[in-house]
């Protein structure tokens, strides 16, 4: 069993930063792709930013130069941090790890409760 625990969403007024963590615990053999995901309220889930098992990242173009993604293979822990937010930036974030849960097997895509991210004055 897999579990993936976010946190780190808040309110934050326009300009500022939040930093979102979401780690993964349980029978994990090894993660692969990694990344984050947000909906707002009347729209659909979009891509935020994701990041591969090599480190390279891609992220949407309405946060780019913004938002970094990155990770702690250590900590099996993503990260995404956010820098002169919007409020248009203000949705629920979602991480979204594909794990193996052991050798040889194909990974599967595990998403964590989601955090709220508001950004308003």
């Known amino acids: 069993q897999v579990q993936l625990m976010e946190s780190g969403g808040g309110l934050v007024q326009p300009g500022g930063s939040l930093r979102l963590s979401c780690a993964a615990s349980g029978s994990i053999f090894k993660i692969n792709a990694m990344g984050w995901y947000r909906q707002a309220p009347g729209k659909e889930r979009e891509l935020v930013a994701t990041?591969?098992?090599?480190?390279?990242?891609n992220y949407a173009d309405s946060v780019k130069g913004r938002f970094t993604i990155f990770r702690d293979a250590t900590k099996n822990t993503l990260y995404l941090q956010m820098n002169s937010l919007k409020p248009e930036d203000t949705a629920v974030y979602y991480c979204?790890?594909?794990?193996?849960?052991?050798?040889?097997?194909?990974?599967?895509?595990?998403w964590g409760q989601g955090t709220q991210v508001t950004v308003s004055s």
């Open positions: 990041i591969t098992a090599i480190g390279s990242r």
């Open positions: 979204n790890q594909r794990i193996a849960t052991i050798p040889q097997a194909s990974d599967y895509a595990y």
